[in-house]
């Protein structure tokens, strides 16, 4: 057995690497359109559903997401229906993030003036017309920037499916593969944490140009 790192080995963090990317863009793509929608719904007039859609969001940003990894793979093999460690995975951060997003997406509807959207109706608007052409543009400019910190922050949380095993392993999964056979966990981790430094390096990169090509003012502290 071989005991020393190899290029098969760099390779294989490459390959974990682009399943982490691939969980971030999945989990960020369903997550955004679930808490788009909640968010949506909390932002009408109805006070029922603003709590009760508040309250499942208090309970999925408090409750540890490993732990609702855990809770999920269990509960879909206790209903019988036991499910692939990696689609769990994405649902549970899909569900996850969305608490999150649910919260930007609303204060983002809430952070156009309320003279602006009177205009609209004013002007003959409908609702569903005010919302989409005047909401929806004025709001994302205003929340892109946490919008962007948030799917930072999925795409180092998507490092605690390595709990569950999934299958192929992402960037901190396969570095313990490598780990366990080179004896040399600095190393392979630095190696790791050089693979997230470029993967988040990319998306702030890209967005930071997206904010200069729009001229969105960013408000996010990194």
Known sequence: MN???????????SQGALITFVLTISSGIIGTFIGFFIGWARSSSSKIIFYLLGIYIDII???PLILQFVLFNSFMAIAGYPMDPFLSGILTLSVYISGYVAEVILAGINSVPKV??????????TYLQDFIFIVIPIGFKNIFPSWTGLMLGLMK??????????????????????????????????????????????????????????????????
């Open 3 to 13: 005991y020393s790192f190899t290029l098969n080995d760099l390779l294989f963090m």
């Open 61 to 63: 940003r408090s409750v």
């Open 116 to 125: 602006t959207r009177n205009s609209s109706r004013g002007l003959g608007m």
């Open 157 to 222: 949380d998507t490092s605690l499916i390595a709990v569950m095993g999934a299958t192929p392993p992402e960037l901190l999964r396969s570095s313990q593969i490598i780990i366990n056979r080179v004896h040399e966990p600095i190393l392979i981790l630095l190696g790791a944490g050089v693979f997230y430094y470029v993967m988040c390096y990319l998306i702030t990169y890209l967005a930071e140009k997206y904010e200069e090509k729009n001229h969105i003012k960013s408000m996010e502290i990194r």
